[in-house]
């Protein structure tokens, strides 16, 4: 199988949900077309946006199925299976497979916090397992673990390890990945939070998976082509608009959450999908989603609610 | 349905495996058996030193169905319904309950770190859609957060929460809720550490949920019994001798997994079960293993291997 | 010099201030009688609950000073060393000798957080160079690493090191160090909180270092000599008192600093002195302090203001 | 007094010592001149990188003064006045003022973890006592808590506070600082991580504290240069470089301390100055020794010894 050198932006979609175990089937398909409309370089569905730990499989393999046949194509999709057993990975990447996927995603096993060397074992293991080429997701405040970089060093040599998402907001971190990594042509370096999209891409990132890209798609792949093509002027007034959003749709509440929320609840107010989130997480209620309403319409954007 | 009020020992039973996703149903049965013989008061399947978040839920369900075969309501069965999605923890209780099981227990969803008011809505939804009587696990270093005593408070009220499990080895936190909820009828206290157990039962805990009893049963029956009836000089005797057992057994290499390790390792030596561990730990190889072997023989125990 | 197998009950003194550099030496004095009266076996100054950190090198000597001559010899006295200059630490136990202090007690250096080896390399050159016997102080809490048991164990084969404070709370760790250290009569283990001195005594411990002993002296007392005379029934009647304290006094706000403040305020309350916090801590305001003058009031103490 | 409205590269200046309390005058007077003649925009004195927590005020009270006098006005200085004690730090600043610094510099109390609105009492009862402009030090590692955007900017409007240092290598958290007090002319933002001055002087910061530049001060000069000109390819080429020392000289052992090894290690090879680490470290050996001697050769530099 080809590896896949994706350049761009890589949205990771939220789940558009009813309940805790039901899918809004359509605000999935009209947010597929709301973000594909913004002109970004992929998908990456059931990440730590799409709230994927907390879906039951059957509704994670619905999900999967709806999108790709729903993308048909017109850009690659990603698909994260994350999970703590290796075999319900492999069970995850193979659906994905059949549904049309062009690669996977997955984070270290959270719930044991494993040492580099039993890192090493097990992606070597899942790599070795998976139909699809694989992408490193580095999320330590939720694995307990960062995948150092001699660890992300020796999996790179693996043929069917292809790239690794950076959650971390370490930049000293994502630097030492980009100095030993980033001019390979069989290796991609995503970013994670898009507030550092901007100076990853300036400093030789390929790309940003940002969450924000679900409400403001076109702003993401602005920013992605101005760090792309040394704009810096242009990257900082991008950037402003992009720390807005941060400043203002993310922190409603005093919650960890707080950012899974505003990105739900936006979305509801565009009239896109449901803002239902699974448990642990519960939609905001009538004054959070006030301020929320008030935040997108210093933005400019359309509320329909 | 009627709370249970447990007192005891309730050995966290390992998972016997030959393979990442194969059962070792054999060793299963003689584990069983090895462990009943010890006169514990209960058992607990599936939990942290079960290996239960590294498993296949198919796997988890098999083991389920032949330990309570096994046991046939010789003592309760207590499994572990801990995972990130809801769904899944209640429909693993649903099998539990099918099976003969008594309650299960959960710690908090791991992936995600939820607030003490997540906490408190995610157990109240998981209680209210349970078959049996939950028991709350606090385990911090793997969840990432502690069920905070005002959280226990509130949540024992629940008629479908009647214990926790501690495994924080914090003995500040588990004085508080003994303070609180020691004297309550209809709820039980377990301490994790077995190196806590002596000290917990003497203040007022009602048993141990200790991972050697995998091993050596009938030693912490003997020590629930020693602190339950208040002596001493008992306690600190056999202390000495559970301490042998964790400063030797359990902190062969430097692993976080050593426990676990060495556990299933001495397990293997005793000819009770293979050692197998699933992704992401490894057994231990020779020189290891020799090192268990004779920590074992200075405890006099009759290896087979 | 003799080590010391000092036993019991060794309140680590509050340091009362006037001012963020003044010294309040009528409440010192009185402080000091008052604990005195309770039946201590020795006393502790310039710990954390001393807020050493945040004075004056001239206020610490100050305070030394007054105290050793106030209490004159009849009880033992330890004086608080722990500094991130090692030579300021030496000097510091140069002045507490000079007063007439017993004994001297380092927590690591806390500003960058040392190996276990430098840890090791910073103890025996800090030993080496003291003209008292050193006791070790384990705070993890605030200087970010444990001493581990091996490095404990180590240090406690240097001549002028006599013993351990724990203030850590995990058990698991305080019982490792029994287990290796607690037979030995020339070392000793203290624990820190004073929720766990009965248990700790009950496994084998030499006594506490609890700061309620400020407030009740007597109670803590009581507390050891039941625990060391194994009176189990009594142990447990009298820790509900303590976590009577626990839970109330020390918990008011939600501050880190709560336990301190609430000891402050309550004797001042009890007009033993002044309630000032040096920063960067505040004194209660009215509403705290009557939620500390009506916890008082619940546990039968006789305020004054 | 008039706030600094510095810009460029500041370099954290190592303290060249003899001894655990003797400073290496001459090394002192060497290393000044070396940074100087790399064209930097001022000097910090006694921060994290000069050991200031480790060493007796003494000393650093002579250092002070030695490089006050010897750099006689060439670029402004700072001083590192960060303390556990208010009052020292107020003292510490005095003496700075006295020998001629523009401004000093405070990282929060660092042995209790004070909260958001303690933190806020504390800078602004210390930027009231200062004799000199304040610039706030954010060192999650080390004092365990963030100076949290809403802290930052409460403590902005003091008319002594006049700009912040970040150390905390997350991108996230220094981003959101820029957005909301970037364009102040009253108040600056500096970058730690030598690694990110690159991106961070391209998206608005003002400069670097770069430890690096003890060593190389021209390579970090040249680095702002280019950031701040928004020349991007040059700002790639000079981070390889970059990255190339963090990689190497930084990161010889598996110590938390290696950089500041490795720091002073390459000084003494150079012959600028000794390589003697206060306690709780020591200097690196033979073999360690050979290893930075080897990355300084390929990295062009001339060793003397």
Redesign the interface.
């Known amino acids: 199988m080809q590896p896949l050198k994706l350049r761009g932006i890589i949205p990771p979609m939220i789940t558009p949900l009813k309940g ?2 039901e899918l809004d089937r359509e605000g999935a398909i009209r947010l597929t077309e709301h973000i594909l409309a913004g002109g970004v370089h992929a998908l990456f569905l059931l990440g ?1 946006t799409g709230e994927a ?5 059957e509704l994670r393999y619905e999900f999967v199925e709806l999108v790709c046949r729903q993308v048909a194509g017109r850009v690659p999709i990603l698909v994260g299976v994350t999970d ?5 990975s492999v ?1 995850m990447a193979a659906h994905a497979a059949k549904c049309g996927a062009a690669g996977v995603v997955a984070a ?8 580099q060397q ?2 090493v ?2 992606y070597t ?2 790599a070795d397992a998976l139909p699809l080429p694989l992408y490193l997701y580095n999320m330590p ?4 673990v960062f995948l150092e970089p001699a660890t992300v060093k020796t999996l790179a040599d693996h043929p069917n390890i292809v790239g690794l998402k950076d959650s971390s ?5 994502f ?2 990945l ?3 990594l980033g001019e390979r042509d069989d290796f991609s370096l995503y970013v994670g ?1 898009e ?2 999209t ?3 891409v ?3 990132a390929d790309g940003g998976v940002n969450g924000g890209a679900n409400i403001f798609p076109e702003l993401y792949v602005a920013m992605y082509d101005a760090a792309a093509s ?1 704009d ?2 242009r ?2 007034e991008l ?2 608009r992009i ?2 959003i ?2 203002t749709i993310y922190t409603v509440g005093k ?3 707080s950012y899974l929320k505003g990105v739900k609840c936006a979305l509801s107010l565009l009239g896109i999908c449901d803002d239902y989130l ?5 939609r905001f209620r009538a004054e959070e989603r006030a301020r929320i309403r008030e935040a997108l319409e210093v933005l400019g954007a359309d509320c329909k609610e």
């Not at 730990?53 to 499989?57: A, D, E, G, P, R």
């Not at 270290?108 to 040492?115: E, L, M, R, V």
């Open positions: 805790n175990d730590t730990q907390s879906l039951t499989y703590t057993s290796l075999d319900e069970r270290a096993p959270y719930y044991f916090a494993p040492s039993e890192l074992e097990y293991a899942l405040s939720h694995v307990k907001a370490n930049m000293n971190y630097q030492t980009i100095y030993h939070p507030e550092l901007g100076e990853s300036l400093l030789g040394h810096v002027a990257v900082r950037q402003r720390m807005r941060s400043t919650y960890g959450s699974s448990y642990p997480y519960r």
